[in-house]
């Protein structure tokens, strides 16, 4: 059974920064994508960034290029997502997720497990 056990959310000020992680377990992931999602009130859940657990590669939403940084560690079996030049837009709660398909897929329906979520609230 995978399970999918995210930390590291909280209240940071506009421009400020936090650190995400998700502890991944219950299979080996070499064939699969790890992603992060969010979702905020009112509004459908949104892709925004995932990692090839094999090789590294990284997808990013548009609007968070340049400001996020998703990373996985497979020694540790996590991966981290490293936000910088929080904007409260980002407020959400943020979702980690897996499953046997590419990195570059964004529909929260191509990944099959799901983390209970994080509250990221970033106040102006």
């Known amino acids: 059974q995978v399970q999918l056990i995210e930390s590291g959310g909280g209240l940071v000020q506009a421009g400020g920064s936090l650190r995400l992680s998700c502890a991944a377990s219950g299979r080996t992931f070499g064939s699969y994508a790890m992603a992060w999602f969010r979702q905020a009130p009112g509004k459908e859940r949104e892709f925004v960034a995932a990692?090839?657990?094999?090789?590294?590669?990284?997808n990013y939403l548009d609007s968070v290029k340049g400001r996020f940084t998703i990373s996985r560690d497979k020694a540790k079996s996590t991966v981290s997502l490293q936000m910088n030049s929080l904007k409260p837009e980002d407020t959400a709660i943020y979702y980690c997720?897996?499953?046997?398909?590419?990195?570059?897929?964004?529909?929260?329906?191509?990944?099959?497990?799901w983390g209970q979520g994080t509250q990221v609230t970033v106040s102006s």
């Open positions: 990692i090839s657990w094999s090789s590294g590669s990284t």
């Open positions: 997720a897996t499953g046997p398909t590419s990195y570059t897929n964004i529909g929260p329906h191509d990944y099959n497990y």
